[in-house]
């Protein structure tokens, strides 16, 4: 936003959006707001959505004589890519990680660079060892090169997978444990 007391969005000018058709999820649901809260247990977590309205005077959407349900609404809007990849985001952020302690900086920027700066991790797989450290299938492999929604699904693995939520990406040559004769039933 903006340093303008009313902390304006930097795309919108007198002439509308300058971003609208890439804008953010938050501005397609707009003025409808989208929370997420995790129920179940600790065995079988669900995540569940709720939403609300919005109102603001300056939103003249409410003069308007259209009805629409969230449904027609997201329809509308486009906003189910955007839904699916906050799906992934939402299921890494609502989750307790396993390990109890602050994370790491390094791995902090291994999030960071996932999450956010999608260049720099294409990069990363395609220029690190990360090829040679991780067993993805040649066809995966294949769409990211190309395809920004698989190299963000990609990136989500590797988040939990840092975040060992969960063993979403399988190691290459991972070592096996081996019995001794005395620990062999």
Known sequence: MTKDEEKSCP????????????????????????GTVRK?????????????????????????DVEWTIESWKVDQGVDVYDEMNKEWKEAQLRKPHFGKPLEPAKQSQMFMAGYD?????????????????DIP?????????????????GFKYIKFILMLEETLKLKNKPEIRKTKSETP
Not at 15 to 26: F, K, M, V
Not at 51 to 64: D, K, N, Q, V
């Open 11 to 34: 795309f919108v000018t007198p002439e509308g959006c300058t971003i609208y058709t890439d804008r953010p999820a938050n501005c397609r649901y707009y003025p409808v707001g989208q």
């Open 40 to 64: 179940g247990t600790d065995n079988e977590p669900v995540n569940e959505d709720f939403y609300f309205i919005i109102r603001e005077t300056h939103c003249l959407g409410f003069e308007e």
């Open 118 to 134: 999608l260049d720099s991790f294409k990069k990363y797989v395609f220029e690190s060892k990360f090829l040679e450290v991780f």
């Open 138 to 154: 040649a066809e995966e492999i294949e769409k990211v090169k190309t395809d920004e929604v698989s190299l963000m699904k990609l």
